[in-house]
């Protein structure tokens, strides 16, 4: 059974960093794009990072450039984003998913995989 599942959240001041994880289990991290997207209540989910497949490299929202490390550990199965100088606007549940390509998309309706979310907080 393919399973994602995400940790790591809580409740953060502005400015603090948060690393978040995504543990795959039923299918093998390398060789999806792994992503992640983020939602509030009320509003679209909103593309935030993906990690390609086959170059390994990352791409960012414009709103996250610089701010936001995406990272995987192949070994664990495991993606790690690293969330630095949070903003209240951060806030959100940050959801991970898969898609099995090697230059996955940033539209949340291709990605057939996802987790169950987690919630971040951003309190001003």
């Known amino acids: 059974q393919v399973r994602l599942v995400e940790s790591g959240g809580g409740l953060v001041q502005t400015g603090d960093s948060l690393r978040l994880s995504c543990a795959a289990s039923g299918l093998t991290i390398s060789t999806y794009t792994m992503a992640w997207f983020r939602q509030t209540p009320g509003e679209e989910r909103e593309f935030v990072a993906r990690?390609?497949?086959?170059?390994?490299?990352?791409d960012y929202a414009d709103s996250v450039e610089g701010r936001f490390t995406n990272s995987r550990d192949n070994a664990l199965n495991t993606v790690y984003p690293q969330l630095s100088t949070l903003k209240p606007e951060d806030a959100a549940v940050y959801y991970c998913?898969?898609?099995?390509?090697?230059?996955?998309?940033?539209?949340?309706?291709?990605?057939?995989?996802w987790g169950q979310g987690t919630q971040v907080t951003v309190s001003s």
């Open positions: 990690i390609f497949r086959s170059v390994d490299s990352t």
């Open positions: 998913a898969a898609q099995d390509r090697a230059f996955g998309s940033r539209f949340p309706a291709q990605y057939h995989i």
